[in-house]
Structure formats: structure tokens, C-alpha cells
């Protein structure tokens, strides 16, 4: 910790029991969540709440504090008491999304981050979010096509390149698979999910360079289980 930010906590420190106001712990609460003190933001932020329980901005902050202190559930609740004062906002949408996805309750994430996406329909973070929770759960063909979808809005993305040839390759479309792969494992041969990726896509067209592909990734992570596993 550097001394800039060791001084600011001394400061919270000092402040984080003196909120009296609805205000004042609210930013003392975002202070603790700018030095990533994120279960003391969440207590602090709570107590904003319950002052002032239909202030969508504290619920939002609560909400978020509680998500990055791996609280998904509060999150989740709180997140959707804000959405009832604020119906169908795209950032509340999301996090709901993200809440749920962290309970690993990935289908029902889905729903939310379809509305979210419906309400915000160019905000690539949420489409980037929704690609990879319907990889997570199972629905590998959809995810192949969003993560087409937002590599249109940021095709810089490299690693969303990745996970988009992992996508076609788990649906079984791995010709289309072995060009995102081959150009990422190109891009970044010290990588070993790159190598594992490409030696994954390639096992039912080209056995032999998938043997070489998944020794390579075992060298660069002799302790890769996935590439031992094929």
C-alpha cells in the first residue's frame, strides 16, 4: 500500500463512525470503495439506506460494494429494490445480472442481462457480460454469435476473439473455431490457453498439429488439467 493510500485510510478510519448524515456516510462509504475496502464501504453505505431507503444512488452504491465484497445475494436484493424505483435502467439491469452470475445462477442471470442489454443496446460491457455468462451456461452457440456481436462494437478486444473461437469450437463449429484460435495463439505464443485453444479446435481436422498444440500449452503449464484431458 503506498503511503498516499495508507494516509487515506487513516482519514476513513477516522470518519467511518461519525457519519451523521445520510450524505456523509454515503461518501465515506464510496472513499472506502475508491481504496478497495469494499466490505467496510458496504457497512458504511448501508447505513445511508436505511436513512434514506428509496435513494436510488445509495441502493446503486450499496449494491456494488456489496457484489465486490463477495455479498452477490445482498447485492441482488438491493440492486432490485433500486430497480423498482428506477424500472428497466440499464446499469441496475446489469448488476442484478452480475449478482446473479457470481451466485452461479447463470440462467437466471441471463434474463436479467437480456433486459439490461434491450435497454442499452450499444453498451458493450453488458454485451460482453451476456456473451460470456450464456458460455457459462451452456448455450454455446448463442455465445459464439454475441461475442460476434461485440467484437463488432470492439474488435480490439483479443482475448474476446479467444473466447469467441472457444465458443464456435464447443458448439462444434471448428473450422470456424481454428481461425480465432490460430491468430490468438499467433498473437500470443507465450500464452497456454492460446495453445490449448487452438489443440482443442483442431482435434477432430488435424490431429497431429492438435497433439502439438496441447504439448505446447503443457509445456508453458505442465499443471494445465483441461490439456492433459484431451
Known amino acids: 500500500m503506498s503511503g498516499r493510500n495508507a494516509e ?8 467511518e463512525n461519525h457519519t451523521d448524515s445520510p450524505a456523509a456516510a454515503y461518501s465515506i462509504g464510496l472513499a472506502f470503495a475508491e481504496q478497495s475496502e469494499f466490505a ?3 457497512a458504511v453505505l448501508a447505513r445511508a ?13 450499496l449494491s456494488l460494494a456489496a457484489l ?5 445475494q445482498r ?27 457470481a451466485q452461479k445462477r447463470f440462467d437466471d442471470a441471463i434474463v436479467a442481462l437480456v433486459q ?35 467484437l463488432k462494437l470492439n474488435p480490439g478486444d483479443e482475448f474476446a476473439r479467444f473466447q469467441r473461437g472457444m465458443a464456435y469450437a464447443s458448439s462444434g463449429k471448428k473450422q470456424e473455431a481454428a481461425k480465432d ?18 489443440g482443442f479446435s483442431l482435434t477432430t481436422i488435424d490431429a497431429q498439429r492438435a ?18 484431458a484431451i
Open 8 to 15: 487515506a485510510l487513516r482519514i476513513l478510519d477516522s470518519l
Open 40 to 42: 467496510r464501504a458496504e
Open 49 to 61: 439506506v436505511e436513512a434514506e431507503p428509496a435513494n436510488s444512488d445509495f441502493l446503486y452504491s
Open 68 to 72: 465486490r465484497a463477495n455479498h452477490p
Open 75 to 101: 447485492a441482488q436484493q438491493v440492486a432490485e429494490a433500486a430497480l423498482r424505483i428506477r424500472p428497466a435502467h440499464p446499469e441496475l439491469l446489469f448488476l442484478i445480472g452480475r449478482s446473479i452470475a
Open 116 to 150: 439490461a442489454r434491450k435497454a442499452a443496446p450499444n453498451r458493450a460491457d453488458i454485451l460482453r457480460f451476456l456473451a460470456e455468462t450464456s458460455a457459462q451456461a451452456g448455450f454455446v452457440g448463442d455465445a459464439a454469435l454475441l461475442f460476434d456481436e461485440y
Open 181 to 198: 484460435l490460430e491468430w490468438y495463439a499467433s498473437r500470443h505464443p507465450a500464452d497456454p490457453v492460446g495453445h490449448f485453444g487452438l
Open 211 to 228: 497433439f502439438e498444440q496441447l504439448n505446447k500449452a503443457l509445456q508453458l503449464r505442465p499443471d494445465y488439467v483441461e490439456a492433459h
